[in-house]
């Protein structure tokens, strides 16, 4: 992979994000522009940095998950959106939103990872 796949991350919970962003940190393909406690936020870092790929909680503060990834999909369709909750119920309605892939949090890393950088790239990045 000649050029790192630049990723923006949201998530209000302290926890999760944190979790999240040393997850992404550990893989060389990537660079974290990032990181948003709520979406009206990423959506500020995303017009001020352009990212490859979002990923973004469904719930969060002042602009949930499913609201920003209407928004990115209509001004930037060529940015790939991931959508996580700790709820299956969101699925239908992350999708329908446009984003590119939806996931459980607790998900094996190794499929997240493989939405962010293709099936390839992805398990390279947690041998």
Known sequence: MNQKIRVLLGDDNPFSRNGLRALLETCSYLELIGVAKDGEHALT???????DVVLLDV???KINGLQAARRIKLR???VRVILISMYSGYKPSALEAGADYFFLKGAPSS????AILGPSNGKDCLA
């Open 45 to 51: 870092l995303l017009q001020e940095h352009t990212p």
């Open 59 to 61: 719930k969060m503060p």
């Open 76 to 78: 930037w369709p060529e």
């Open 111 to 114: 499929q997240l990872m493989e």
